[in-house]
């Protein structure tokens, strides 16, 4: 690809083309936005797996057409991630599709037994949350979300707006 020099070669294709191939995936972040790094959904986290078996390949190939077809394939995970966000952010029905709902894990100071038991989720993790959130009672607890993006959320304090858990379901 470079040199006839196979260690030769074989030096330079590792270093060039994984520079090429980050800056290529640095450029392409900078063109959809921070969305690509930010916590992960389910698809996020297909995208950011699939994305790296590409980079992988990129980097390892002796060939400029299988060079080149990575960086198309890159540029199609992020065209086809960047059009799921804007069907997510303009159709309510497709937002159902693509991401799971955030479920109560707790609510105004009782677990919720059958949707720890439904996500697989254990109290001692709860309880866990909790602490790491300072609280002190549970009368203080509003609720406790799991997320869409599995980070657990712990709400607490003297009131809860409603507005703030209005897509929480009770799965």
């Given amino acids: 690809m470079f040199f006839e020099n196979t260690l030769l070669d074989l030096t330079a294709r590792g270093l060039v083309l994984s520079a090429i191939g980050l800056a290529w995936v640095t450029l392409l972040i900078r063109v959809v936005g921070l969305r690509s790094l930010s916590k992960m959904t389910n698809f996020d986290f297909v995208m950011t797996v699939a994305l790296g078996s590409v ?60 949707v720890l038991k439904e996500t697989r989720v254990a109290r001692s993790d709860v309880i866990a949350k909790l602490r790491e959130a300072n609280v002190l009672s549970l009368a203080q607890v509003r609720a406790v979300v799991l997320e869409t993006t599995g980070d657990v959320s712990v709400l607490h304090g003297d009131s809860l707006d409603e507005v703030i858990i209005e897509d929480v379901g009770n799965d």
């Fill in 55 to 114: 980079l992988a390949a990129a980097v390892t190939t002796d060939k400029w057409t299988t060079f080149g077809q990575c960086l198309l394939a890159m540029l199609g995970l992020f065209a086809v991630q960047w059009l799921i966000a804007r069907l997510r952010k303009s159709s309510d029905g497709f937002e159902t599709i693509m991401q799971n709902r955030p479920v109560f894990l707790m609510r105004d100071g009782e677990f919720c037994e059958d």
